[in-house]
């Protein structure tokens, strides 16, 4: 029974693992030998640095500032300069092109250079395409959280200092308007005093 099982199981794997090479195939001639290239380098460690180009890049900006706007900004045009957003990725399954790109962007840079070629150009042409629309994404809401906390807090402030400003006008006017209803409510209570 164990025997049967086991040969049931290797004849459902030869088809699929003949659907994978083919989605690795297809993703991996999708780029030109130029990108091809550049992503790999992706995974190199620059001098100095603790972390590969790819873990640099799947990382969004979370400082919420000018200078943090420019990086994002920056993150961003560096995913489109490698030139993968305007790839036909449409032979191979959507489905399996997001799958391979939430591994890329959860694998480890020596774990996927350890992967055979086909499947490591795969995984990283799957993984850029998807992170530059994270990228833009993710610096859309950068620009939404700056703008919502930085702008209007600085336009909130002002208002209060506008007000502040003209609050001894309105001070002094409140008071002659109190010294005017003072007089009007005396004169009132005179007039009820006096005999009819």
Known sequence: MTNAIALFARTLRRPRDAATMRVWTELAQAASPGQARRLGRLLEVPDGARHSELDRMRKGETVTSGAGMVRAL??????ADLGLDDLDLSAVPHRRVVALARYGMAAKAPALRRHPDPRRLAT??????SLG??????ALEL??????????????????????????????????LAAAVEVLLDALDQEEQLPA
Do not use: C, H, Q
Request: glycine share 2%; proline share 2%.
């Open 74 to 79: 920056k993150r961003v045009s560096e995913i």
């Open 124 to 129: 990283l042409v799957a993984t850029v395409w």
């Open 133 to 138: 629309a994270k990228a833009v994404d993710d």
């Open 143 to 176: 620009f939404d959280v700056l703008m919502t906390n930085d702008l209007l807090a600085r336009a909130a402030r002002e208002s209060r200092k506008e007000k502040l400003r003209r609050y001894p006008r309105l001070s002094k006017d409140a008071g002659k």
